[in-house]
């Protein structure tokens, strides 16, 4: 089905599929079986880990999508003249 990739402390696994979709797995959820693990519920029951690219287009989507806020004014008003 695939590999694990990464043990994440003891309660979850990454878990990439021969397509490289990686899915997070909680341990609970494996068991052990001589020098393989077994997967007791369907992959798709588990949140898929967005890839480097996935991560990076919703960083520049959100990016774009506060390009006004994030510019500062064109214009800065100076002091008010104080009339004496």
Known sequence: MG???KENGTQNVL????????YRI?????????T???????VGHFP???????MQARVDDMSADSFPA????SFT??????ER
Do not use: C, F, Y
């Open 15 to 22: 878990m990439e599929t021969e397509e490289g979709t990686t």
């Open 3 to 5: 590999n694990v990739i």
């Open 70 to 73: 994030s510019d500062p004014p």
């Open 36 to 42: 393989h693990w077994v997967l007791n519920d369907p």
């Open 26 to 34: 909680p341990m609970e959820k494996l068991t052990r079986h001589d």
């Open 77 to 82: 008003p100076g002091k008010p003249d104080i």
């Open 48 to 54: 898929a880990v967005p890839s480097e690219q996935e």
